[in-house]
């Protein structure tokens, strides 16, 4: 009768040692998922915050494709008020001096839509590179999380030797 109280004291102790080291595995395993959650959050702010200063560059151009339509208009006007005015030149000439200030007018709104889409293309390369952190650090983790599982097997192998359903 001892015998057996011994065994069954011995079972208790080594299944309460499974259980502990399952649930330190665990607390291991929640720690390292509220670390991976934080780092998401984090690059999930920053990704934020760079789509909204994307944002900006996109109103900008649309500014300045307003401001071209707006151009291309006056120099509809421009073009059809030679047209009428032919015969007299110094309407001709107003109107001409009219369209190299749209003129430049455009070729400044085509510069700052080119540097809009120069801080565009850094932002989106930065978030690239942020993406593909993200995705190391899944990497990582997968291998990690497969470890785990492996000593957990492992460490409950000596239960198997038992004859429990």
């Known amino acids: 009768m001892q015998l057996r109280d011994d065994f069954a004291i011995r079972i208790g102790r080594r299944t309460t040692q499974v259980i502990r080291f399952t649930l330190l595995g665990m607390f291991m395993l929640t720690l390292a998922m509220f670390a991976l959650i934080w780092t998401l959050t984090a690059n999930m702010n920053e ?74 293309e850094n932002s989106m390369k930065m978030m690239s590179a942020d993406m593909t952190n993200m995705s190391y650090q899944f990497t990582g983790l997968n291998g990690y999380v497969g470890s785990m599982g492996y000593n957990v097997n492992r460490m409950a192998a000596p239960m198997k030797f038992f004859p429990f359903p």
């Open 47 to 120: 990704i934020t915050q760079r789509m909204n200063n994307m944002a900006i560059y996109m109103e900008n151009m649309n500014n300045n494709f307003i401001n071209v339509a707006q151009h291309t208009q006056s120099m509809q006007l421009s073009v059809e008020n030679m047209s009428e005015y032919i015969s007299v030149m110094p309407i001709m000439n107003n109107a001409v001096v009219g369209m190299k200030t749209d003129m430049l007018s455009m070729a400044q709104n085509i510069n700052k839509m080119s540097t809009n889409m120069g801080l565009m």
